[in-house]
């Protein structure tokens, strides 16, 4: 999930990875095109946006149109307005033919809280007790190896009322599995290694690794019986040798947040442990409530 400040020799391997992963193999004149013009391209927007400007693709990409089943898209949100709904990808209504999410139509105040679970750095013991104190049930979107690692956290989730969503087994970029079988093994490796923990089938949230997409996948999901879940609000919380300050922090999260929200925020995040207990008294001090996914 990080990506690297815009420096030039990373910029353009980075770069290429990146056309390689979202675009179809069926757009070799696009591909061509890019692959040379884009080290240009990309310099003149370093040079804008200054040396300090980060590639944010997952969370913060300009919305486009939902993405065609021979196409991806990476899920991406554009902020309109203080304390209004988001401007996503697709409209909410565009996703719920999928069975797919990213926020409540609602004016009442209830957020949905989320978290995205890779691997374990200490922190989610600290977020589990802020949810405790508030009584707040959230969802933890897990990937395989966070459930063999920390079958005991797992447990607690379970106990303490939250909810353990799928991540997929190995975090891959979905868009790419174009077989029902490739993409049913991806969710069914977690559902597995739930159940060998809990004793208990897991609830079928999914939610797509990096927000990359297509309809093919979402259809697929839906087809296996899950409900896809993306966010409409989120921030830079994943870089570990950058967390963001308390006030970086509260910046976004406090002037962003809207009736209906589906927060996404990483567990890795030490930030997050620190403030979340006071994140939570803030946002019940704007007259918000809590919600779980499956009010959807």
């Known amino acids: 999930m990080k990506f690297p400040i815009f420096s030039f ?4 391997e980075k770069f290429s990875s990146h056309i390689s992963s979202f675009c179809s193999k069926k757009r070799p ?19 804008l946006a200054g040396s300090a400007a980060r590639v944010i693709v997952h969370h913060f990409s300009p919305p486009k149109a939902v993405a065609t089943s021979s196409d991806c898209a990476s899920w991406g949100l554009s902020f309109q307005e203080e304390g ?3 401007v996503g990808n697709a409209s909410i209504q565009e996703l719920a033919s999928y069975n797919a999410y990213f926020a409540k139509d609602t ?44 079958g005991d956290l797992i447990k607690e989730m379970v106990q303490e009322g939250h909810i353990v969503g799928n991540h997929t087994l190995s975090h891959p ?21 739930y159940k060998e923990t809990t004793g208990e089938s897991m609830t079928k949230f999914y939610r797509p690794p990096q927000g990359i997409y297509s309809t093919a ?33 509260f910046d ?3 002037t962003r947040i809207h009736p209906g929200a589906i927060v996404l925020l990483h567990n890795t995040s030490s930030t997050n442990g620190q403030i979340l207990d006071e994140l939570l008294t803030k946002w019940e001090e704007m007259g918000y409530t809590f919600g779980t996914l499956n009010d959807f």
């Open 217 to 249: 996948n979402l259809s697929m999901a839906k087809e296996l019986g899950y409900k896809t879940f993306f966010w409409s609000l989120a921030y830079v919380d994943w870089y570990q040798d950058k967390q963001p300050t308390k006030e970086e922090a």
């Open 9 to 12: 020799p990373a910029l353009k």
């Open 107 to 150: 004016q009442e105040k209830i957020l949905y809280l989320t978290f995205d679970c890779g691997y374990e750095n200490g922190n989610t013991p600290l977020l589990l007790n802020a949810l405790k104190k508030h009584n707040v049930k959230a969802t933890f979107f897990v990937v395989g190896n966070f459930i063999r690692d920390n």
């Open 252 to 254: 976004k999260l406090l």
């Open 84 to 86: 209004k709904r988001p």
């Open 29 to 47: 004149a696009i591909k061509d095109f890019l692959h040379y013009a884009g080290v240009p391209l990309l310099f003149a927007l370093s040079f």
């Open 173 to 193: 970029d979905m868009s790419g599995i174009s077989s029902l079988n490739d993409f049913r093994k991806q969710l069914e490796g977690v559902e597995n290694l």
